[in-house]
């Protein structure tokens, strides 16, 4: 079974950057037709699809957060990372990695999720 497990910053300051990272067990991320994706919750909200990137390497974004976001992989650690920038309190959210065959907020496997506060 394959398990997703986030890590990174609960604080980030309004204007910088926020970086999370998805390190994936029990499947690799380059094998499969698989998409691995950002998600997000913010409090009192609905899930929010944020980005993915392709078990290829291609990546896809939200058009709402594209000219912020950025996605990468490292395939010898088996992870992939988020970096969001130029955070507003507007980010502060539950944010979770999961895997499954599209780019969209439906999911096969889902990491437990992080909260991220965006706050000076």
């Known amino acids: 079974q394959v398990q997703l497990q986030e890590s990174g910053p609960g604080l980030v300051k309004p204007s910088q950057t926020l970086s999370l990272t998805c390190t994936v067990s029990g499947g690799s991320i380059t094998i499969g037709n698989y998409y691995w994706n950002w998600i997000r919750q913010p409090p009192g909200k609905g899930l929010e699809w944020v980005g993915a990137?392709?078990?290829?390497?291609?990546?896809y974004y939200s058009p709402s957060l594209k000219s912020r976001t950025s996605i990468s992989s490292d395939t010898s650690k088996n992870q992939f990372t988020l970096q969001l920038s130029s955070v507003t309190p507007e980010d502060t959210a539950v944010y979770y990695c999961?895997?499954?065959?599209?780019?969209?907020?439906?999911?096969?496997?889902r990491g437990q999720g992080t909260q991220v506060t965006v706050s000076s």
């Open positions: 999961t895997v499954g065959f599209g780019t969209n907020s439906d999911y096969l496997y």
């Open positions: 990137i392709h078990y290829s390497g291609s990546t």
